[in-house]
């Protein structure tokens, strides 16, 4: 379980929220709803450890994770919009780099566990294609990979579905269902109301909350 109580970011004199309060249960699909430009991108990136913030507390199954910029921990895997896949690495490759060169598993085990979170995904065929080769909808579920392969305890997505067609924005909803039912907890900021309502348990109306 999540747990953010009392979290406040500022930039200089600009309030971007203050003493925001947020409960994710585990095995959760929160989807976080508001206008852009309110602080729902630099809230996940807090929790993965990305952002400082200026006050709060986040405990993640009862540890507290630090807010000062101190974490090196990949308990929140965070997705990023724009996928953020290295062009000149297979699929494969982008997505045991990090289990590699952070978590210090060889090579061979590394590879055994992607290939088995591929075929979580249904993209067990394109393991060594490039990202180029893939449609939008196929390099969101790399991206996906690539963070499940760290074994994070929630996964945090960055509007997954932007800029992507209707079957791709399906796939990516299939993906999210599939992962509910191993359990994953899963966050996700998205301006997509009806895709909201297509994979979450519940919605966050973080303009409710900022503005209150």
Do not use: C, W
């Not at 979290?7 to 585990?26: A, G, H, P, Q, W």
């Not at 299939?174 to 109301?193: A, P």
């Amino acid at each position: 379980m999540l747990n953010i109580k009392n979290l406040t970011k500022e930039y200089s004199s600009n309030i971007i929220f203050r003493d925001l309060n947020l409960t994710v249960s585990d095995g959760e699909v929160l989807s976080i709803v508001g206008p852009s430009g309110i602080g729902k991108t630099t809230l996940i990136k807090i929790l993965a450890g990305l952002e400082t913030a200026n006050a709060g507390e986040l405990t993640l199954n009862g540890e507290n994770l630090p807010i000062d910029g101190t974490r090196s921990d990949a308990k929140v895997g965070l997705i990023f919009q724009d996928f953020n896949l290295f062009p000149n690495y297979t699929v494969i490759e982008n997505i045991i780099l990090a289990p590699i060169n952070v978590s210090k598993i060889d090579k061979a085990t590394a590879k055994n566990q992607a290939r088995d979170i591929l075929e979580t995904l249904g993209m067990q065929d394109k393991a060594d294609l490039y990202p180029f080769q893939l449609s939008g909808g196929q390099k969101q579920r790399v991206a996906i990979a690539r963070a499940l392969a760290m074994k994070p305890q929630i996964l945090a997505y960055d509007e997954p579905t932007s800029g992507l067609d209707e079957d791709s924005t399906k796939q990516v909803a299939e993906v999210v269902k599939t992962l509910k039912q191993q359990g994953v907890t899963q966050m996700i900021i998205t301006h997509d109301q009806p895709f909201a309502e297509m994979i979450s348990d519940r919605v966050f109306d973080f303009a409710k909350e900022v503005l209150r």
